[in-house]
């Protein structure tokens, strides 16, 4: 058969020429010709969470006597193949499409109809004894099943996010413990300022991700209150009065998501406030993730000229000219890939305040880019743990050099000498290049002893009582 060969379908507009082969019928036809806008396809979570919703559907409709058992059954064969991953070729609607979703939603009607009047033995473009609308999405409509399955796919991706973040903190972890004993410059402001350890460096950026995790996991609580069984506008027009309650049950023991029914069905109709959490928190996770990369790539800077203060693992050469060169680009992508969540979650903003009165129609943007990025940082988060977090290590002797070099180290004399004072001895550091330790020592400010202790790199690091010293008799 021709890859040109057609089959005539027909919808409420008229006739509509569909590929031979094709288990879509002709509303996806007319929406291929309409939005060839992209190129991007739904996400294979999003496929897989609307088959696991006609699913459950089915089974509902099935259980309250509403749908005949032999099509039922073949419906739920039909979508338990979709959610298994066949038939995805036949997914074919563009990401940006007609508002609310309706598209995308009669595409997975037309294909799973068309494979369950397979199954009946029936053949694709029959629209018999299943048909698209009257079986497959009965007691629905998009605008309850597609903001359902778009929250149960974005539950899928944070399940696989979570644990991936949790990787990233017990590495950083880990490096906490392994630097925990060298101390350091501290900086403030970009300028030199007290010692601290890298180890609390370390420990700080593990408890920044640990938070980020804790706000996504949080916010996506949110996700599990569906309003599947709202129909159109939230009323529940021609569904069964038990079938809400009904679905909800049954698509909670499919996903193995705790979910629950909406307390409001018009408000979570109305409203996509709930997606703008998740993405809230992911903008936030992202803006810690910048941070920390930033102030790795400052850290491992050099590695002559720089801070040089920790190693990256090198994982390509760096430069196309330069011979040697080796660049923080785990880094670097974690930064792009952050800053395009960013740019997504502004995207989902302006989306949800564009609802109008019983519907916010631009679910299919905001779906696009809440799954994107959950999936992008999933996979950027796991390759930056990977083959940049786990592999860094400690320029020991480069810290200790810096360390010394600090005029910041006057501020542990303020007790002592006083701040006016001490103020005078870390200008005349700068000025001429001796460090703290030697300008004390020639002004006769302190003992040797009395300086050793109060100059104690370690010592420095955490809070500690007055020590007995007194300034040297001059």
Known sequence: MSDKATRTQHDSLGEVAVPAGA????????????????????????????????????????ALGELDPRLGQAIVQAAREVADGRWREHFVIDVFQAGAGTSFNMNANEVIANRANEILGGKLGDNKPVHPNDQVNMAQSTNDVYPTSMRVAALFLVAQLLPVLDDLVLALDDKAREFDHIIKAGRTHMQDAVPVRLGQEFAAYGKAVARGRARIQHAAEALKELNIGATAAGTGLNSHPRYRDEVVR???????????????????????SSYGEVSGALRLLALELIRIANDLRLLSSGPRTGFG?????????????????????MAEVLDMVCFQVVGNDLTIAMAIQAGQLELNVMMPVINFNLL?????????????????????????ARAQQLLEDSSALATALNPYIG????????????????????????KGLLSQEDLD??????????????????????
Request: aromatic residues 4%; charged residues 25%.
């Open 309 to 329: 203060e920790i190693n990256l693992p090198p994982v390509q050469p760096g430069s196309s000219i330069m011979p040697g060169k080796v660049n923080p680009v």
């Open 419 to 442: 701040y006016e004072a001490a103020a005078k001895v870390a200008q005349e550091a700068v000025r001429t290049g001796k460090t703290i330790r030697q300008l004390v020592k020639e």
């Open 453 to 474: 202790r109060v100059l104690d790199p370690v010592g420095m690091t955490s809070p500690r009582p007055r020590l007995d010293v007194k300034p040297a008799q001059r």
């Open 372 to 396: 994107t990025s959950l999936e992008i940082l999933r996979n950027v988060v796991r390759l930056f743990t990977d083959r940049c977090v786990k592999g860094i290590t400690a320029n020991e």
């Open 250 to 272: 049954r698509l909670s023991e499919i996903t193995g998501c705790d979910l629950q029914p909406a307390g409001n069905l018009q408000e979570m109709t109305q409203s996509a």
């Open 23 to 62: 288990y879509y019928g002709a509303q996806t036809a007319r929406a291929v010709e309409n939005f060839p806008i992209s190129g991007w396809r739904a996400h294979p979570e999003m496929v897989r969470a609307i088959a696991l919703v006609k699913r459950a559907a089915a089974e509902a409709n099935m």
